[in-house]
């Protein structure tokens, strides 16, 4: 599967932007997704996941209550929602899928098997 993550920009402090992440190749129905970001002199860390069906979501405790994850498996586009946006959410956003049988989602960046190629989130304080 290939996925392209798109949305980024700059956007002020509290503002909001919505990750859009687009897959071809097979029906995005056989994944769970993911979200991570890497900022600048960090290491790639966990944002949100959500489950082959999108019954189940898990969010790290930075984001829980400002992001919103959400897929549309009939569209293959899995959706990041930022709310509230902080300084210390810049970073570029990778979305990644998991080929898993369960309907469990991992936070795990070494479960992912398949990786978008990035989008800048920038905010300004």
């Known amino acids: 599967v290939q996925l392209q993550a798109s949305g980024g920009g700059l956007v002020q402090a509290g503002g909001s932007l919505r990750l859009s992440c687009a897959a071809s190749?097979?029906?995005?129905?056989?994944?769970?997704m993911g979200w991570f970001r890497r900022a600048p002199g960090k290491e790639r860390e966990f944002v949100s996941g959500?489950?082959?069906?999108?019954?189940?979501?898990d969010y790290a405790d930075s984001v829980k209550g400002r992001f919103t994850i959400s897929r549309d498996n009939a569209k293959n586009t899995v959706y990041l929602q930022m709310n509230s946006l902080k300084p210390e959410d810049t970073a570029v956003y990778y979305c990644?899928?998991?080929?898993?049988?369960?309907?469990?989602?991992?936070?795990?960046?070494?479960?992912?098997?398949?990786w978008g190629q990035g989008t800048q989130v920038t905010v300004s304080s």
């Open positions: 990644a899928a998991d080929l898993v049988v369960s309907g469990a989602v991992y936070n795990t960046e070494s479960r992912y098997d398949y």
């Open positions: 190749g097979r029906p995005l129905s056989n994944y769970a």
């Open positions: 959500i489950s082959r069906g999108g019954r189940i979501t």
